[in-house]
């Protein structure tokens, strides 16, 4: 493919421009995972984003799936689109991590529902993405295999925890990813690698398969290279799950629907403490900015509003997750599966060894925290609390969108960061949270777009929150600006 | 110094429903080790429970029927706590709110009636077996029995002797039983119980220290259990100890309770509710449709069968308590007609022989059918009650229809005159004496003779009609 005199590579492209070449036959399912995978070997070493390559199993699907294309057999808008999974994204015979020791060679006998949806797609896993520890952390230097660099800026991090989702898809070492996001870790890693990150409503994606970590927080997303990707994947793997208690039993929109580039009188608030509070960078600020300017000008009605208790999500956030965090990962004993220490005494030794051992530091001082936090005693103080302010900032938010079709801020307070640079402060770290965790507290889903770059030429995301399965109006409001900008079309050079 | 028992009682029943809790794995009791499971009894990393119906259905039958509130609204939680027979490293069960709460139960001790307050029943999941190894090589872990479903029953303390408790338990499993949401086998661990005991002096109205005995599986042992802690306390407060709250282990052999843990070493559960399941909400309608399928309750049952089949109430009361033995009754009078030869049947030999062989009122070997059968043989004249008696073991043993057992081992009444006939004459003629007798007026000769015919007929002959041809035969001579 020619672009301004350039030979575009295959890996490069979008699903659904890759669509258009299968479609006419300019590429086959066969050529275009071969592109990926000669990616993978070229940028690897370099950006680190896999744990996992399935490399035959990759060529051996996309040859399937071309041989059905030549039967003349339809094959879904996915079709033969080589894609990436997170670490804690449980696929049947394939290696599943969570980059930790702990489960270092776990085999999954099941697939995720999303993982189900995605093959019955005919996608082409490519592999296996890297993230923080059990999808603990911002920065996914909290893996136990390898660090995960920024393909725009390799001294930097990706974000995280999905930092190997957004990392693959920003350095086309996949078409598109799936990452899970719990606090922000799909939107922050979007946001510091520049590429299009959805955190769905709580309960549109089946959780069936993702490795639990905060459940009642925890959701799946797609990582895209733009806003139509995004809502291709979304169509592909939204919907009710009878395996799923938590799955939200409605009907779904076709969010391709949503892919309109008009936003006239559509009214969007802008929360002060966002915009103005403590710790936002100031470039990541004026980008914001920037990008109302340009909604205002496609005809959008911005206003900044008052969202009431923003300073206690970050305290909420940490008890609740922690809290379910701490019991999720008790099933790790050491009993029946992954890592089992080599030496104990008796019973409870092979316990303390095993966990000891098999967990990392973040993971361990989250299991502490969310011990002490259900703890009889201090269950009221912590928990019980945690539980009515999460009730307070879905009030909030309810509030809000009767006055706004959506809210747009900030993702996180800067752009990517130096590898190492937090790594010793947990609480710095933490507070990196502030825009992204009032989403997952609420249930709501919130979207990220490329809306610009800081003068290291570091990406920086525009998060657009939205009403419960409203996922719709931020497709449109996110398609709109990008067809009103360039920086999604921008590639980090590796 | 008197003193009083103050006992409450936590009992679990599995539920017998056909798949487990949160998963479609079967509850079958036995089968190999780890075959009656999946990833997520198990608990492997990324699987997410789905809540079975029916579990909630069997609950809130079980509710209906102890006379509980049955709560709108409530949800699950998590119990955390390590052990390797539990793979997730916590319980689901229901803490703040559970499904039941506020009933009770009515139970007769020595003719005096009395009412047991239920606190409240809710649902959970059951753990694994850990299967030691008689030499000490190691632990094995059995995960079958992950997830099949429980109902907790906790009491009130008001149970205040070890009768009591055996009356409580005993109307709370007919009760299961009859409801059908649990089998109740305590052999195979489908109830047990969990004895909350103090003591205090007579009189006093504030309760003592409580200890609790865990893992009680039979009647028997509940009984033992009971007695001993209760001695065990006396002794101790008579002598100026005290009473520490703890978990005791009760060791039926020895006859002794041991100290598992004290309150200062109790877990910390870390109750909070299961994120991963959405609260139950339950209306009316639901509710009300429960109840309307509710069958007959023991109770009930009791009253009818003094009434319809005018039998004795402590019969009633015997045939009554297990649905089993009140099923087979009812299904054997239907048929045979005769509610106290049925009833006597079973009171009488059938019970004797289970008690034997120590096997529950489930496990009757052969179909009500044939003991109606066995009472038409008898009612018609075909057998006599000795051969009866010979025809039931039999038929306890082999499973036989008693018509066919008649017919094989040839043990059928002889009626047929003619057979009889020629037997009689053999008889009067080897004892002309009693002839003679007869003839000179001594009439209680008859009986001599007729006995006489019996043995010639080995037992087969029958009586009357022996005594009508004798009578003819004597006529003629």
Redesign the interface.
Known sequence: MNSGGRIVELFELTAHELKDLLNNKKASAVEITQSVLDRIQNVEEKVGSYITVCKDEALNRAKAVQEKIDKGESISLLGGIPMALKD???TEGVK?T?ASNM?NN?I???N?TVAKKLYEADTVLVGKLNLDEFAMGGSTENSYFKKTCNPWDLERVPGGSSGGSAACVAAGEAVFALGSDTGGSIRQPASFCGVVGLKPTYGSIS??????F???LDQIGPLTKDVTDCALVMNAICGHD?????SINSGYPDFTKALINDVKGMKIGIPKEYLHGEGLNSEVKNAVINAVEVLKKLGAECEEFSLPITEYAIPAYYIISS??A??NL??Y?G???GYRAEKFTD?LDL?KQSRSEGFGTEVKRRIMLG?YA???GY?DAY?KKALQVRTLIKNGFDEAFSKYDLVLGPTAPSTAYKIGEKIDDPLEMYLGDIFTVSVNIAGLPGLVVPCGFDSNKLPIGLQLIGKPLDESTLIRVGYTFEQNTEYHKLRAKI | MDYELVIGLEVHAELSTKSKIYCSCTTEFGGEENTHCCPICTGMPGVLPVLNKKVVEYAVKAGLATNCEIARFSKQDRKNYFYPDLPKAYQVSQYDLPLCKNGYIDIEVNGVQKRIGLTRIHIEEDAGKLIHDEWDRGTLVDYNRCGVPLIEIVSEPDIRSAEEAKAYLEQLKAILEYIGVSDCKMQEGSLRADVNLSIRPVGQKEFGTRTEMKNLNSFKAIIRAIEGEFKRQKTELEYGGVIVQETRRWDDNKGVSVAMRSKEEAHDYRYFPEPDLVPIVLDDSYIDEIRSSLPELPEARKKRYIEEFGLPEYDAAILTSSKYFADFFEEAVKMSNNAKSVSNWIMGDLMRILKEKEMEPSDIPFPAEYLAKLVKLIDSGKINRTIAKKIFDKMFETQKDPELIVKEEGIEVVNDEGALVGIVKKVLEANPQSVADYKSGKEKAIGFLVGQCMKESKGKGNPQIINKILKEELEKL
């Open positions: 804690n994204i449980c599943t969570c489960l776990f999954p006998p099941y995720a959780r069936y398969g993702l490795v639990a905060a459940s009642s009878p395996m799923d208690s938590t809290a379910e701490s019991s008790a099933r004993d009993v029946k599966y019973l316990y011990t259900l703890s009889s269950y928990y």
